[in-house]
């Protein structure tokens, strides 16, 4: 079934329920820019927004096949890294008096910003890809950092989404590594998916799951092509990402997509820019944290589960959080106060379910075999642990946690520590 297939919607035949995304039109081709003449007939006034590296990609074939229409841009900067923050929004709506249209130009940030901006000033968006780098083209989350914390906000979709392969395939290697390393992060994800359906009688819809894990054997052939730009392999892990994106919108939430191996990677994304320290490109810290997360569920299988939940004392926590975290710590703190997850007793359920539990566990990928998927494409771990630290990365796998409402993996870990 082809992506504009999908997107007509699906009665599902593993759940049940009638499963939709808003999105229009998916073009992933070479020239597919040329599409923007017809998908935008109905607008006369657009704002384009991009940076300079990825205006610098395909920006004046999107304004040629424009240019009947009324053009404004917001172009950052190509040198630093643009954070999708408060700034950034708002120098987008500063531009936006009079538009009927977004039309944004990259990947990740620009996406997220394009998708934020859409939903606040209630405009409608197309996102023109630069890269193969992640997984949240068609997802109808925008991961901002509002008031210093990381934030998914609910936002819309695009109208369309509109990849040239020939753009695609020209990408930094860092981002196609990125979008390789993030689909193989669903390896544990979805983990986490079958963990909390069974911890916590979370919702689970097999054609979603299983369409997801499809795209991940799918993605693991294409290394070798990657590595050489070979045009039909990015396309088909730009395909990859672009389904498990629309799986995510049918599910109206990222569980199929974002599990402990995200959580560990927004954690070294909020404390580098707390703290003004390096971090990895999203993609490549959820590969590489993908390994360490195969590494834990090893670790929980290879110990009885304890008959008493671990309870760490609440001054040594605060003093933690706010160790990690700094600014944001008080976000971490009243989130878990709210959903009140550690003042939940869940050993007597892994007590009930532990040979459930230790079946999900075993299913995932070793450690050693998720390193080799990512050598293929040369990604190599040591890079992780030498910017890292052994201090910081025990840190995240402790309090990547409390960034997020969702149980994973880090939650079974931290409950079986010893009192």
């Known amino acids: 079934m082809s992506i504009n297939e999908i997107l007509k919607g699906i009665k599902c035949p593993a759940c049940g329920k009638i499963h939709t995304c808003p999105i229009k039109e998916v073009y992933i081709e070479s020239g597919a820019t040329k599409h923007l003449a017809d998908l935008t007939a109905d607008y006369k006034s657009i704002l384009i927004v991009a940076d300079e590296n990825t205006y610098g990609a395909c920006g004046k074939d999107v304004e040629a096949a424009l240019n009947e229409k009324q053009l404004t841009s917001v172009i950052f900067p190509g040198s630093?890294?643009?954070?999708?923050?408060?700034?950034?929004?708002?120098?987008?709506?500063?531009?936006?008096?009079?538009?009927?249209?977004?039309?944004?130009?990259?990947?990740?940030?620009?996406?997220?910003?394009?998708?934020?901006?859409?939903?606040?000033?209630?405009?409608?968006?197309?996102?023109?890809?630069?890269?193969?780098?992640?997984?949240?083209?068609?997802?109808?989350?925008?991961?901002?950092?509002?008031?210093?914390?990381?934030?998914?906000?609910?936002?819309?979709?695009?109208?369309?989404?509109?990849?040239?392969t020939k753009v695609l395939k020209n990408a930094p290697m860092e981002m196609i590594r990125a979008g390789y390393g993030d689909i193989i992060g669903k390896y544990s994800a979805l983990n986490d998916w079958r963990l909390s359906h069974i911890v916590n009688d979370e919702y689970l819809c097999d054609y979603i799951y299983n369409t997801t894990y499809?795209?991940?054997?799918?993605?693991?052939?294409?290394?070798?092509?990657?590595?050489?730009?070979?045009?039909?392999?990015?396309?088909?892990?730009?395909?990859?990402?672009?389904?498990?994106?629309?799986?995510?919108?049918?599910?109206?939430?990222?569980?199929?997509?974002?599990?402990?191996?995200?959580?560990?990677?927004?954690?070294?994304?909020?404390?580098?820019?707390?703290?003004?320290?390096?971090?990895?490109?999203?993609?490549?810290?959820?590969?590489?944290?993908?390994?360490?997360?195969?590494?834990?569920?090893?670790?929980?299988?290879?110990?009885?589960?304890?008959?008493?939940?671990?309870?760490?004392?609440?001054?040594?926590?605060?003093?933690?959080?706010?160790?990690?975290?700094?600014?944001?710590?008080?976000?971490?703190?009243d989130l878990q106060k709210r959903l009140g997850t550690y003042e939940r007793d869940r050993i007597s359920i892994y007590l009930e379910n532990e040979e459930k539990i230790k079946q999900v566990l075993k299913d995932m990928p070793a450690p050693e075999e998720i390193e080799e998927m990512l050598n293929r494409v040369g990604l190599y771990s040591k890079e992780y642990y030498d910017l890292y630290g052994k201090e910081k990365i025990e840190g995240a796998i402790k309090y990547a946690k409390d960034l997020k409402d969702r149980y994973t993996v880090l939650w079974l870990n931290y409950d079986m520590l010893e009192n």
């Open 80 to 164: 630093t890294v643009l954070i999708p923050n408060e700034q950034a929004s708002d120098a987008v709506c500063a531009k936006i008096s009079g538009i009927d249209l977004i039309v944004g130009i990259g990947s990740g940030v620009i996406q997220d910003l394009c998708k934020y901006v859409s939903l606040v000033q209630n405009i409608p968006y197309i996102i023109v890809a630069t890269a193969p780098s992640m997984d949240g083209y068609a997802s109808s989350g925008a991961a901002m950092i509002l008031r210093g914390m990381k934030e998914t906000v609910k936002a819309g979709l695009p109208l369309a989404i509109v990849a040239d």
């Open 214 to 333: 499809d795209m991940i054997e799918k993605t693991k052939k294409t290394a070798t092509g990657l590595t050489r730009r070979d045009e039909n392999s990015v396309k088909t892990l730009m395909e990859a990402l672009i389904v498990v994106g629309i799986m995510m919108s049918f599910l109206g939430n990222s569980r199929p997509a974002s599990g402990s191996e995200h959580h560990l990677s927004h954690f070294f994304e909020i404390t580098g820019i707390v703290k003004n320290q390096p971090y990895l490109a999203h993609g490549i810290d959820v590969a590489y944290s993908t390994v360490v997360t195969a590494k834990i569920r090893r670790e929980i299988l290879q110990k009885p589960f304890p008959k008493v939940q671990y309870i760490e004392p609440r001054e040594e926590y605060l003093s933690n959080i706010k160790k990690h975290y700094g600014t944001v710590a008080q976000g971490c703190i």
